[in-house]
């Protein structure tokens, strides 16, 4: 295979920087079609890529693409994660993989003995910050403490979906990634404010080793914060994802005699960085940088969490 044949499933507001990903990867990816079902978004699509068929029904191509992104609604992305695992294409999935565990297991039967590679877009695993600090994260020595706000003002968009698989899916992966204690039990509380789903949500994860991550993900908030902050017996790390910086503060006063320590990092082009990982892996036959299990284990993390919410109660985890 020498470039692979793309499609972009679903033209809106992500679809769009995603069909900008494929063309600049033009050495590896071969541009072959847009599908979009609803007109205006098939004008859009046809008058910024005049070269790329348009089509409202991923069936009219399935044979002429190697490989399709699933950038649609996630109460769509089940059948047609399903549809394009049973024709052995090659599949980039948008967080979350789907809606629920059942679908999750389904697909996970039928990916089962596939030759195709399938990556879950979990883009804020691309945070130069990661790879400083993943390594001090797995070998951190519990008990220790993780807090995670992520909130923001109200934007008008994904309220077809509520904010834990929105926003908090992004925390619920980050803490499977960069932690090696588990979670074993959710806890959620939150608020229904301007759409029928959760808008707000508080979430205690009970980690192994008597360890704990608590997170706040919010959609109606009045400022944007996107933080991460350790504490354990050693200090504090925190981690301002807004401005990418690092600010360390250890149980012992610097050489300066500074009590805190800040190390800015660079900002990335995660969708770019998405796209060259997943093509590198059809490519070269490698398994996908993040997976099958990483998107189911976020699916179930997701699950327990709105089961939580629902019934004001602990929900035990059963990770993959």
């Known amino acids: ?49 005049p070269q790329v068929k348009v089509v409202s029904d991923i069936k009219e191509v399935i044979n002429e693409i190697d490989a399709a992104f699933v950038i ?15 024709n052995n294409k090659h599949v980039f999935c948008e967080k979350p993989l789907c809606s629920n565990d059942a679908e999750a297991r389904e697909l996970a039967k039928i990916a089962q003995g596939k030759n195709v590679v399938l990556q879950v877009g979990h883009s804020e695993r691309f945070h130069e910050a990661w790879e400083k600090l993943h390594d001090k994260f797995q070998k951190l020595t519990p008990p220790f403490t993780v807090r995670i706000n992520r909130v923001a003002p109200f934007k008008g968009r994904a309220t077809d979906v509520d904010v834990v698989q929105d926003l908090a899916i992004h925390d619920l992966d980050l803490i499977l990634y960069l932690f090696k204690q ?20 508080n979430i205690e994860l009970k980690l192994e080793e008597n360890s ?23 200090g504090a790390i925190l981690v301002d994802l ?22 800015p990092y660079s900002k990335r082009d995660h969708l770019l960085l998405e796209h060259q990982n997943f093509y590198q892996s059809v490519l070269q036959s490698k398994p996908a940088i993040i997976g099958l299990k990483d998107g189911l284990n976020a699916v179930h993390l997701v699950d327990c969490t709105l089961q939580s919410l629902e019934k004001n109660s602990q929900v035990q985890v059963t990770l993959a």
């Not at 588990?182 to 949500?201: E, L, M, N, Q, Y």
């Not at 704990?212 to 902050?229: D, P, Q």
Request: aromatic letters at 10%.
């Open 72 to 86: 649609t609604p996630t109460s769509t992305h089940f059948e047609l994660v399903k549809y394009l695992l049973e």
């Open 212 to 234: 704990y991550a608590f997170i706040t993900v919010g959609r109606n908030s009045v400022k944007e914060i996107r933080e991460l902050e350790v504490i354990s017996k050693d």
């Open 242 to 263: 807004f401005s990418n910086k690092i600010h360390y503060a250890t149980n012992s006063q610097y050489s300066d005699g500074q009590f805190v320590k800040e190390e």
């Open 182 to 201: 588990k979670p074993t039990h959710v806890s959620a509380h939150g608020f229904k404010i301007r759409t029928p789903k959760w808008d707000h949500a």
């Open 1 to 49: 295979m020498n470039k692979i044949k793309v499609a972009i499933l679903g033209y809106g507001h992500l679809g769009k920087w995603h069909c900008q990903k494929v063309e600049a990867n033009k050495d590896v990816a071969e541009f072959i079609a847009i599908v979009e079902k609803f007109p205006a978004g098939q004008d859009s699509a046809r008058a910024n890529h």
